[in-house]
């Protein structure tokens, strides 16, 4: 019995290294007639119409049948309710400095004046510390920027978030 299996087993193998037949041309690369195997396309005469029952007009209008616009309408309204009602947004800020003493808050906002005069900069009293802070940005990415050159002239500064009021 293992025998019969093993001598199928080799044949199977045999049969199946059967070596490819390749045309070679004259110039020695390879090349091989494929057209007996790719699959045959009948042309379509010009004569061919649709019948006058399939046909439509590309102009007209068609009510969709499965339609959310109702739904969806009512969902914008809220979400343009709330939104209108909405007075702040959150975003970010840079705080340059941060301590208890009036006059060097008033002086590191007036160096960040002279240092960066294109940064609107203002000074916030939340007892019992006074804050300098610059810029209001929506995202952190676009603080990023600003936010390396506040760095170069004052290393203590740091990216807070905060909210943004929206005029």
Do not use: W
């Amino acid at each position: 019995m293992k025998a019969r299996s093993a001598i199928c087993i080799i044949l199977l193998i045999a049969s199946g290294c059967k070596p490819t037949q390749q045309t070679q041309t004259q110039d020695g690369k390879y090349s091989e007639d494929l057209s007996g195997v790719r699959p045959k396309i009948e042309e379509q005469t010009e004569n061919t119409s649709v019948p006058e029952k399939n046909r439509r007009d590309p102009k007209a209008y068609v009510e969709p049948l499965h339609t959310v616009n109702n739904q969806l309408d009512a969902v914008l309204d809220s979400i343009d309710r709330i939104n209108l009602t909405r007075k702040f947004v959150e975003g970010y800020t840079i705080q340059v400095y941060s301590g208890m003493k009036r006059e060097d808050a008033l002086n590191v906002k007036k160096q960040l004046t002279i240092s960066l005069p294109q940064l609107n900069s203002e000074l916030q009293y939340l007892q019992p510390n006074y804050r300098v802070m610059t810029g209001k940005y929506f995202t952190r990415l676009e603080a990023e920027k600003d936010y390396q050159q506040v760095r170069r002239y004052f290393q203590a500064a740091i990216l807070v978030p905060d909210k943004i009021a929206i005029n």
